[in-house]
């Protein structure tokens, strides 16, 4: 039971500073419905750079380790989690009158699948089921604050 979803969102701000905000992962805990930290595990950035993400839920915190899969400036930042369970990220496109359209999507591999149902047994498809469901209200909500930040609300 593979998934994808998204959800996208105008925003007043430039592609650069859209970039600049969501790539710098220190920041995440001001947007994120989960994750409420992260930091960089070494000095490297871009591609193939990796962090760590302490997140939490009302049930349970956990910590994640995720490596950065896509890194374009004004365009493209993505992340895998696991590595290669899950990915997340953010597309960046200029739009018509100004501003960006930002899309933030994730989306699950096979290996996901595997993990939760070797770590949850026959629970798995409704770890799995609340896991989408998490992201389908979360990203709305993500990228509502999101916009927020860069509007200075």
Request: charged share 30%; with cysteine; aromatic share 10%.
């Amino acid at each position: 039971m593979t998934y994808e979803i998204q959800d996208s969102v105008q925003l007043s701000a430039s592609p650069e500073q859209v970039y600049e905000l969501l790539s710098d992962i220190t920041r995440t805990g001001e947007w994120s419905q989960q994750c409420h930290r992260c930091e960089w595990e070494s000095d490297d950035r871009g591609v193939g750079a990796r962090f760590v993400g302490h997140n939490r839920t009302p049930e349970r915190e956990w910590q994640t380790v995720s490596e950065v899969v896509a890194d374009v400036t004004r365009e493209h930042f993505a992340w895998s989690v696991g590595p290669g369970r899950a990915v997340w990220g953010y597309r960046m496109r200029p739009s018509a009158g100004g501003g960006t359209e930002l899309t933030e999507y994730t989306r699950t591999s096979p290996t996901f699948e595997e993990f939760f149902t070797e770590r949850y047994g026959d629970r798995a498809e409704e770890e799995i089921a609340t896991r989408q469901e998490a992201a389908r209200a979360g990203i709305p909500a993500t990228l509502a604050t999101i916009r927020g930040i860069l509007d200075g609300r």
